[in-house]
């Protein structure tokens, strides 16, 4: 179950940061990150009808923290996909996101077995893999890139050790407290943009339905990656859901090469390969 569900969050993050990164190249990155919460907050209360909530004070509080972290975390993986190149930054980012769950998992006195704990190595150097292009003509990360980068990641590891402090018995409660906490923050962002810059609009408008397509499919992924991590993460351990969700730049890649024709060095097809294998082990373990 922690697999299966670890991975589809993966493929959910990777379609939702691909599409965010397209959006923020046509609007401001706060503002792509509030119309994607705003949707996503939406669809949580919509699910949270279905599957249930329970708001305990543990819960509010795990969903507040979790709400600022992605604020955090959205808005500066968005700016950074956008500056690119989207081959760097993201894998970049996945790679801090995992390492920091994992450590804490591990510190807490979490038991990996043997296979799980060389899945684990496998699939961090995969993403390593993934994000390594070389050649003299690669475009290389600017440092606002990789500050933006460095921010996304510890925001997303913000975001998924908060979520798995939520009670078990919680349903969708802890996502539709960090959906409408995130979304007051990012608002709030605009506001503060908005007084230093008044001649600018303060939040740009949906000008066609390609960018609204964007942004609806951005929050639609963000969600969907957010419950499929919760579902992974009560069913197993917390660094194995948190790895193999820092899969999601494999999607984002390959988004990247068929419809901006970035190209995948053999480097990062070698990670690819690993990662599957590295699922496989997991499996096993």
Not at 55 to 73: D, K, N, P, R
Request: aromatic content about 8%; some cysteine.
């Amino acid at each position: 179950m922690t697999i299966v569900f670890g991975l589809l969050s993966a493929f959910s993050y990777g379609y939702a940061d691909f599409v965010g990164a397209l959006a923020a190249k046509r609007i401001r990155a706060v503002a792509a990150t509030t119309y994607s919460f705003t949707v996503g907050l939406v669809l949580a209360i919509v699910f949270s009808l279905f599957i249930g909530a329970e708001y305990s004070a543990q819960t509010i509080q795990a969903g507040a923290l979790a709400g600022i972290a992605a604020a955090v975390a959205l808005s500066c993986l968005y700016a950074g996909l956008a500056i690119g190149p989207i081959s760097i930054v993201s894998p970049l980012t996945a790679v801090i996101s995992a390492i920091i769950p994992v450590l804490v998992d591990v510190a807490s006195g979490q038991e990996l077995s043997n296979f799980v704990v060389i899945a684990v190595v496998l699939i961090l150097i995969a993403v390593v893999l993934v994000g390594f292009v070389p050649g003299q003509n690669v475009k290389l990360p600017s440092p606002l890139a990789l500050a933006y980068s460095v921010g996304a990641g510890l925001g997303f590891s913000g975001i998924f050790l908060f979520l798995d402090s939520a009670a078990a018995d919680s349903g969708l409660a802890v996502l539709v407290v960090m959906k409408a906490v995130g979304l007051v923050l990012l608002i709030g962002g605009l506001f503060v943009l908005w007084l230093r810059a008044p001649k600018k609009a303060f939040i740009e408008r949906i000008a066609d339905y390609k960018l609204a397509g964007l942004l609806l499919l951005a929050g639609l992924g963000d969600v969907l990656g957010n419950v499929t991590f919760l579902v992974a993460t009560r069913s197993g351990a917390l660094a194995v859901a948190a790895v193999l969700t820092a899969l999601y730049p494999v999607g984002t890649i390959l988004l990247a090469r068929v419809f901006l024709k970035e190209r995948i060095a053999l480097s990062q097809g070698a990670g690819i390969v690993l990662a599957l294998g590295a699922c496989a082990l997991l499996a096993i373990g």
